[in-house]
């Protein structure tokens, strides 16, 4: 080990060099801080969602190892009694679930889990606090008894004996709470939150379910599961509970997938900052590393040194990233859950689950590449000869030499990108993986392009500058390992931002154009947070003056072989069937096999992530059992990522026993108008069941509301990595004001001004800037052409056109410009304060 | 031409005050050239510094022709050096990013602008310091003594009233801080320019008009 370290002087010597340089140690851990930061906070935001969901799945289902599931009609109680009793199968728990809406608090909304407490001995065992916090007869006795977290009470407001408000299905409900639960294990403290327990009778009352169980929990072994599987009634379903839950979580694995890619790519940016900062550190000791090796230090010694100091910067960069990402995390992990409530399913994650995993890749990425950066620069200090002083134009014409080596190597590492983008077909990891290499091989290409631009443009600014001008453009191209570098930070920043901005742009632009051609009614009638609607409700609205056209949907959850399909049954008019573009199939035989045939639509993420195309036969669970349904058409749909099953509502009725009713299409009859109509509706609902009524501009503009809401994260972690991109540049930029104070100090003794000296320093960085944003845009128009047609692609199967907005583009631009005139503007107050007296000071 | 009135200037070091000059006066006639002497630390550079307005004395006033550089402001000294005083410095200190040619046009695009007259005359200086064949070529591809060969033509391509020397030989070898004495003897000869130069070569300090010792008395 002694042989490896450097000697203790030399190491002292070298710390003491970066205490006495604080602002460029500063930027080196705060580079290295903000990179693992980001990367750890998505990281810890991911896990804690994950973990909430699987701690919840956990602890609902129990010991359970399989479920009996019914339909949109559910299962026959009845049938339940039958299981238990002639055929013995226990332990099993029947199951009502459904959600309620706090009547007091908009938007929030309450899990009912109704269970029969006599049965869940050996299936689920969280629910042992409840027998332990309320007796069996107490829960029995009273109508709307309610047990839950004491946590939750306590959050609501509320005690025991207090009741709860809340709504159902437009209907109003008092629940009454029993008692409140405080579970010892981890598990059932996040399993349980957010979850109202009653007895089954209660919630099947509460939910509008007599006689009917939404599940069944079962332990089964080998030969208990074959028994099952042969009393299986009409529509019910017996799965893998671990599968269930897991297809289920599969659903966000490519949403987290992105976000992750994407912290990646602000710890990338903070690579290039690291690499700047510790060249910088060894060319500013090039004379003293010179005099050392000429003292008898040997260049192991100087290559451990420098990397020894790279990995202090890197631990204590990496354990202020840590805490920062930690910090950041719970920012991270409230938009993370409102993105998968949006996009997937109702999640109750409430704080962070620090766990040791993304701490510790956190770490070993952190000081990982915190080394790898610092790798060239130690290999540039063992370069320097004794006793001789490297000059910095020669460092600058040796870096020179490398220019084409980096195009070709920019060329090529570019090519791969395109490659691997183009040549796998449904795997994400080389899709990332190529606009990484993408990226990778343009920010090569950064310093070469910007030693052509700046040899072009020096007559010009000289032209109009001066000597200042040309100053400018040459100052530029002659520190290229220094101005390069920057740049190219900076390019791959606002690239991202370009790329991500089109991406989103793109898809808002498609996801408004689909909502506008798919709304047709004038009205649309539904209950506020989900549910059927009341028959005579229904009847009510009818019977309204001035409807030319009442259509009926129903959403529901059905078996689909190995997974649950999303069943959307409409009625659609032949007016409304222009508002379905077809991906594939013809549109006028697929309509006539929609009807006629009982032929299905699939949505396009559908098709993707269950790879079935149209001629294919696609075998559902009905209400009479497992059908099998031709797919006559894929149509373009961004309503949800999981994808959905279409059918017309006559072959629903003909398989299923459900007349159930979801919402209402009103279509206005000539002359009537819409506003008219609806308060004509609202009038007749007036007294029943709570409905919703909304026009198709208020459905298009809430659904592009909750679009943008998902879209936060990914505006936040553009913003961060915009912010390590500013750090950089600042940090280069510093650098090269610092290494050339003598050059400006000279100036300044022959009667340049600090003002001239502050525009000469200014226009140096804006010109980076510019010229950054100029080289970010073809980046950033690949990346959004990765994201858009290959990446979205395969992570929610949805396909969009690509839109181009000029002002996305400008708007990048100027970020690039204000980035750099932002990170040079401590570096330009400094050299315009230089003293000119520096130009007399031995160097 | 150049006058020094009872002029202080100290330095804090460590938190302790070093006086380098205690109302120091001393004058320079317009043509004279002063050769500046003594040890280290004695105030030489801080001289030069006070005479070319990049420093102010503590004390004490300083003169050049009309004006008086410790009643003006930073940006008036600036401009006041920018028209009237060259700088030769120990270290040559060319701009790395410009070529020969436009190292020495810089003084004459910042005071009159760059005209016939300045190209001719800068196109003169080069060939009078023998590089005319470099004016192309960007600094660092000339060896020291061509490098302080063109920093003298710099110094001098404005015209200016005073020309202040920093060690100009200082780096050199004897040969060749031969030829860029004799070079600066033929530029600045005959009260052509007023000169200040610090030295530590009594030799140095024998080609000029006068040698001024410091750290001997009243400094």
Known sequence: ?843 | MIRLEQVSRAFTEGGRSRVVLDGFSESVTAGERLAVVGRSGVGKSTLLNLIGGMDVPDAGRVRVGDAELTAMSERDRTLFRRHHIGFIFQFFNLIPTLTVGENLLMPLEMTSGVHRAGRERALELLRRVGLADRREAFPDALSGGEQQRIAIARALVHAPDVLLADEPTGTLDGETAEEVLALLDELTGQGKVTVVLVTHSLEVAGRMDRILRLGREGA
């Open chain 1, 1 to 843: 080990m002694a042989v490896l370290l450097p000697r203790s002087l030399l190491l002292r010597a070298s710390l003491r060099y970066l205490w006495r340089h604080p602002w460029q140690l500063a930027l080196a851990l705060l580079g290295v801080a903000i990179g693992v930061a980001v990367v750890v906070a998505v990281d810890l935001a991911n896990q804690s969602a994950s973990r909430a969901f699987t701690l919840s799945t956990e602890a609902l289902t129990g010991e359970a190892t399989h479920q009996v599931v019914g339909g949109p009609e559910g299962l026959p109680e009845d049938w339940y009694v039958e299981l238990r009793t002639e055929a013995g199968v226990r332990p099993s728990a029947p199951v009502v679930e459904g959600f309620v809406r706090l009547a007091h608090e908009e938007g929030r909304t309450l899990r009912i889990l109704g269970v029969d407490v006599f049965a869940e001995a050996g299936v689920r065992p969280t629910l042992g606090a409840v027998s332990a916090a309320v007796s069996a007869e107490d829960l029995l006795a009273r109508a709307g008894g309610a047990v839950m977290l004491a946590a939750d009470l306590e959050r609501l407001g509320l005690s025991v004996g207090d009741a709860l408000e809340v709504q159902h299905e437009g209907r109003d409900h008092t629940l009454h709470i029993l008692a409140g639960l405080e579970p010892e294990r981890e598990l059932d403290a996040v399993g349980l939150r957010d979850v109202v327990v009653m007895d089954i009778a209660a919630a099947q009352e509460l939910l509008g379910r007599s006689g009917r169980l939404d599940r069944v929990d079962l332990v089964l072994d080998a030969n208990a599961r074959d028994t099952v599987a042969a009393m299986l009634p009409q529509g019910a379903r017996l799965v893998d509970a671990d599968q269930r839950a897991e297809t289920l979580a599969q659903m966000t694995d490519a949403f987290q997938l992105n976000l992750q890619a994407f912290s990646l790519l602000a710890l990338v940016v903070g690579a290039f900052l690291i690499y700047n900062t510790m060249t910088f550190s060894v060319v500013q000791r090039r004379q003293l590393m010179g005099m050392l090796r000429a003292t008898g230090t040997t260049r192991g010694e100087l290559f451990r040194t420098i990397l020894l100091e790279a990995a202090v910067i890197g631990v204590v960069g990496t354990i202020a990233g840590l805490l920062l990402g930690m910090a950041l995390a719970t920012v991270l992990v409230e938009l993370v859950t409102r993105t998968i409530d949006d996009l997937y399913f109702a999640l109750a994650v409430r704080e962070l689950n620090i766990s040791p995993g993304p701490l510790v890749r956190g770490a070993t990425l952190g000081v990982g590449m915190t080394i790898v950066a610092a790798l060239a620069p130690a290999r540039e200090a063992t370069a320097i000869p004794p006793r001789a002083a490297l000059s910095r134009s020669f460092l600058e014409q040796s870096r020179r030499r490398w220019l084409p080596l980096l195009a070709g190597g920019g060329v090529v590492l570019g090519a791969l990108g395109v490659l691997l983008l183009a040549l796998t077909e449904r795997s994400l990891v080389p899709a990332f993986g190529g606009m990484f290499a993408l990226i990778l091989g343009m920010a090569l290409l950064v310093p070469p392009l910007l030693a052509l631009a700046v040899r072009g443009l020096a007559p010009v600014l000289g032209a109009v500058g001066g000597f200042l001008g040309r100053m400018t453009a040459r100052g530029v191209g002659a520190s290229l390992s220094r101005t390069g570098v920057a740049a190219a930070a900076l390019m791959v920043a606002v690239s991202a931002v370009i790329g991500v901005g089109v991406m989103v742009d793109s898809f808002r632009t498609t996801f408004a154009e689909w909502l506008e051609a798919t709304l047709h009614a004038d009205v649309y009638v539904s209950v506020p947070g989900g549910g059927a609607m009341e028959v005579e409700q229904r009847e009510r609205l009818l019977d309204v003056e001035g409807i030319e056209l009442v259509t009926r949907s129903r959403f529901v959850r059905v078996g689909a072989g190995d997974h649950e399909a999303r069943l959307r049954v409409f009625e659609i008019p032949p007016a409304a069937e222009r508002g379905f573009n077809f991906r594939a199939g013809d549109p006028d035989a697929a309509w006539e096999a929609y009807r006629e045939d009982d032929a299905v639509l699939v949505t396009e993420p559908y098709a993707w992530h269950q790879d079935v195309g149209v001629g294919d036969r696609l075998t559902l669970t009905t209400g009479q059992g497992e059908r099998e349904f031709p797919v006559a058409g894929v149509v373009y749909d961004y309503g949800t990522s999981e994808g959905a099953v279409i059918m017309d509502r006559s072959t629903y009725d003909q398989y299923w026993d459900d007349a159930a009713v979801d919402s209402l299409g009103v279509y206005a009859a000539s002359g009537v108008e819409t506003d008219t109509l609806r308060e004509r509706l609202q009038a007749a609902a007036a007294g029943g069941q709570h409905l919703q009524f909304q026009s198709n501009r208020e459905i298009r503009e809430q659904s592009l509301e909750i679009f943008d809401q998902t879209f936060t994260i990914t505006q936040v972690l553009r913003m961060l990595a915009i912010l390590v991109a500013v750090t950089g540049v600042l940090s280069a930029l510093l650098a090269l004001s610092l290494e050339r104070a003598r050059e400006y100090a000279v100036l300044r003794a022959t009667g340049v001004t600090p003002r001239e000296l502050g525009v000469l320093v200014t226009a140096q960085n804006a010109l980076v800037g510019l010229l950054s944003g100029l080289f970010a845009i073809p980046l950033g128009l690949g990346l959004a052409g990765a994201l858009i047609l290959v990446i979205n692609q395969r992570s929610f199967g949805w396909s969009m056109a690509l839109a181009v907005d000029p002002w996305i583009l400008l708007q990048a631009l100027a970020l690039a410009l204000l980035a750099a005139l932002v990170a040079g503007l401590y570096p330009a107050w400094r050299m315009a304060r230089i003293p000119p007296a520096l130009a007399m000071r031995e160097e």
